[in-house]
């Protein structure tokens, strides 16, 4: 049975300054001409391989990469297997190209998890574009991640009842409207602010709100996600 390269059984990440990009391309000339693209005026790490039998056999540590390779490949791995070997691998997104493929086969690319069908034989300034548009999307993704553990960081520590004043605060009350709600005085809602907002390191009721917003955003796409 075939194993994964090791970099595809841990866990690494792409670079703020570019990206692991990895070519699976048979012709030599196609392979040259993408390297250059890609490559040309960045610091990306950018990888080539003549088949999918090498770049098994390389090993290679590229953590969350972009992978790139031609449907109909050389050797004993075949586009279809490497795309089943690469499908429960979630930090690696994969562009397939081919040309004059069944319909069979174009579902089975694109229910194997491929982000994209990339038409070949393959515009090298296609290529650059659909490479630069998929790190963009990374890179936002990986700021957004930041940004949900950021204020569910700062909002842990929070207390039942702070977590039930931030609620009423969301809702757009007052205090004496958070009172009546939470049958407390007004007093005890402006002390449980004040906590809240030195708990959450936020400076003003703004940025304690958008907080709240991040944090509520994240769980629910961690819901979406688990099927909830």
Known sequence: MLGLPRGLRHHGGMTETGGHIHLILPDATERAACFRAIAAGTTRVVRSFASADAWL?????????ILLFRWRQPGKV??????????????LVAFVAAERLSIAESRAVLRGGAHDLLPAPLDPRLVRRTIDAALS????????AAAHRDAETRLAALTPRERDIL??????????????R???????????????????????????????????????????????
């Not at 056999?57 to 990469?65: I, L, Q, S, T, V």
């Not at 605060?169 to 958070?178: M, P, Q, V």
């Not at 809602?189 to 940025?207: D, L, T």
């Open 57 to 65: 056999e390389a090993e290679p540590d590229p953590g969350d990469a």
């Open 78 to 91: 075949s586009g279809g297997a490497l795309l089943d070997r690469i499908a429960s691998c979630p930090g």
């Open 137 to 144: 999307d990374w890179h936002a993704q990986r700021r957004a």
């Open 167 to 180: 609620e009423s605060l969301a809702a757009g009350l007052g205090n004496k409207a958070i009172a009546r």
């Open 182 to 228: 939470l049958d407390l005085s007004p007093r005890t809602v402006e002390v449980h602010r004040a906590n809240i907002m030195r708990r959450a390191g936020a400076a003003n009721v703004a940025e304690l709100l958008r907080l709240a917003f991040i944090a509520e955003q994240a769980q629910a796409g961690f819901s979406i996600r688990n099927g909830a």
